[in-house]
T-cell receptor, first 112, second 112 residues
């Protein structure tokens, strides 16, 4: 089945620095979703990208879908301690059940 | 509004004992339901999904089974737990025709 590779696995930043996580696939993605899981919590949906080259923003978060729909990125500007958590990308494998294939996630820690 | 419940929140079980984790969804009908396992510091592994009552698809061979006795109830079971069954078990749902998944609070299982 479709696999999505996510890098880096871990990222530690100083508060105020920027952060980016990348999601890559060898095949074309149907669409890409991003989730955030706070430490000890459960994944929470952030956004879905559908169109080639799409860029969406949520405050300090910028989500991008590649032109070839084989990669995606999440960029956080000026990180805050509240950004701590694991960020997952997920590909909709398609079909009527909309099963998702998750990347392994990027754990972000922020030093205040 | 829709709500997803999981219980228990935490569970410590001896090796060889049975397991029953329950997940219920409120405020929606005919959802797709999913069971994931997350080992410490790792990604999300899809275990089972269900598109309707009595319909279960297994993603990986394992020591666990799932059942859906009612439209909004999803149960994860085992007859004899193994040490490797320890982890964070997450239930999720989405609407038919929608890819976004909504996760429950999870059950932390420790098998000793």
């Amino acid at each position: 089945g479709q696999q999505v590779m996510q890098i880096p696995q871990y990222q530690h930043v100083q508060e105020g620095e920027d952060f980016t996580t990348y999601c890559n696939s060898s095949t074309t993605l149907s669409n890409i979703q991003w989730y955030k899981q706070r430490p000890g919590g459960h994944p929470v949906f952030l956004i879905q990208l559908v169109k080639s080259g799409e860029v969406k923003k949520q405050k300090r978060l910028t989500f991008q879908f590649g032109e070839a729909k084989k990669n995606s990125s999440l960029h956080i500007t000026a990180t805050q301690t509240t950004d701590v958590g694991t960020y997952f990308c997920a590909d909709n494998s398609g079909g009527s059940n909309y099963k998702l294939t998750f990347g392994k996630g990027t754990l972000l820690t922020v030093n205040p | 509004s829709q709500t997803i419940h999981q219980w228990p929140a935490t569970l410590v079980q001896p090796v060889g004992s049975p397991l029953s984790l329950e997940c219920t969804v409120e405020g929606t009908s005919n959802p797709n339901l999913y069971w994931y396992r997350q080992a410490a510091g790792r990604g999300l592994q899809l275990l089972f999904y269900s598109v309707g009552i009595g319909q279960i698809s297994s993603e990986v061979p394992q020591n666990l089974s799932a059942s859906r006795p009612q439209d909004r109830q999803f149960i994860l079971s085992s007859k004899k737990l193994l040490l490797s069954d320890s982890g964070f078990y997450l239930c999720a749902w989405n609407s038919q025709g929608r890819a976004t998944q909504y996760f429950g609070p999870g059950t932390r299982l420790l098998v000793l």
